[in-house]
């Protein structure tokens, strides 16, 4: 039986909140004497944290393993632990208890070895250099993982290639679009050929064509053997990407499952989709207390003049019930469809929120 890629036991990250520090505390400090404090007191900030730290768990125990070959999705709304687990997972940060094996090779024990079988494209940070072109950039990075002579050069060959980046190569990767810096970051992390890839939000920011050619691209790692985690903030990507999704929500891992058995579960609940006038949560909090409701997510276009809003109900209450209660409350309603459940009304009915809240 092959060692699964990742693994993952009970994996728990605290941070320490910086104390705050108030103007009377700091003028009181200058002004006492170096033998103790003037108004007879100890001097001190009080014990366990009295002045204003505290202990903040952004991971709370969260298992899980990834067999070779698959494509696993992290999912979660912002803040529920997604990036410091990938941080945790990549050598990044140092959990406070639990440990993680990638390849069977133990994260905190042996970080260089680990570091040579992962390859990581993380979110929000720039993982190559702009002001490089993207060949350079390739050959860079390539010495650092010990790569060099012909070797290098077919391999930053055929990563060009693969990633249509051959004509651009020679130009700074700032003059790039998003697309292209998300597929010279992603070259990037293939280049020492690393059985485990890392990708947080891959496509996020991505025009339509974009992010589907790079979902196209992850589906043909995973058929060349690589196994790949994801996080993403689109549930259909996730829903076509994933074998295996596990939903996190304040540190802990609340649902684990493919996307299929996971929307299977939720047959017992309906799915209404509104078009309304107007939506508050005391609205779905009346029609909760009422028992017509389990769940509901609601959102707003920027630049539109109507809520979308999407509510679960038990399967004995009917549509008309629920419609003619919110109509009741003075609301108004354009359009409404019945619909099958998706992997986002899985998501909703778990954490009571979509997954971009």
């Known amino acids: 039986m092959s060692v699964p ?11 320490r909140s910086k104390p705050k520090r108030s103007l009377f505390k700091v003028f009181r400090k200058s002004r006492r ?19 204003g730290a505290k202990t903040i768990v952004a991971v709370d125990g969260v298992s899980f393993s990834v067999p070779q070959g698959e494509v696993f999705g992290l999912l979660g709304p912002n803040g529920a632990g997604k990036t410091t687990t990938i ?15 990638v390849q069977g090779l133990e994260v905190e024990k042996e970080p260089a070895k680990v570091l040579s079988r992962i390859g990581t494209v993380l979110s929000g940070e720039r993982c190559v250099y702009w002001k490089l072109t ?17 070797r290098l050069t077919k391999k930053i060959s055929d990563l060009l290639e693969r990633f249509q980046l051959s004509q651009r190569a020679d130009e700074t990767v700032e003059k790039y679009s998003t697309g292209m810096k998300r597929r010279i970051a992603l070259a990037r992390a293939l280049l020492h050929e690393p059985e485990v890839l890392i990708l947080d ?24 053997g690589k196994t790949v985690l994801l996080t993403t903030h689109y549930m259909e990507e996730a829903d076509f990407l ?14 684990l499952d493919s996307p299929d058995h996971l929307k299977r579960e939720l047959r017992q609940v309906r799915v209404v989709e509104l078009e ?20 509901w997510s609601a959102q707003r276009p920027p630049d539109g003049e109507t809520w979308r809003v999407v509510i679960h109900l038990p399967l004995e209450v009917s549509v008309g019930t629920v419609i003619k209660a919110y109509l009741e409350q003075g609301n108004s309603v354009q359009n409404l469809t019945v619909k099958e459940a998706s992997l986002e009304d899985v998501f909703i009915q778990l954490t009571g929120k979509s997954l971009r809240d």
């Open 5 to 15: 890629a990742l693994v993952v036991e009970d994996l728990r990250k605290e941070f």
């Open 33 to 51: 004497p170096e033998n103790g404090a003037a108004d007879g007191t100890n001097g001190g900030d009080g014990a366990n944290g009295s002045n």
């Open 87 to 101: 941080k945790m997972l990549s050598t990044l940060l140092r959990p406070t208890s639990g440990r993680v094996l």
């Open 134 to 150: 993207g060949r350079e950039n390739l050959q860079y990075f390539g010495a650092l993982y010990g790569l060099s002579g012909p």
């Open 201 to 224: 939000e891959p496509t996020a920011g991505l025009d339509p064509q974009a992010a589907r050619n790079l979902r196209e691209l992850i589906l043909e790692l995973k058929s060349e």
């Open 242 to 255: 994933s074998d295996r999704v596990a939903i996190i929500d304040h540190g802990k891992v609340i649902a």
């Open 276 to 295: 309304a006038g107007e939506w508050r949560d005391e609205f779905g909090q009346t029609l909760k207390a009422a028992g017509l409701i389990s769940s």
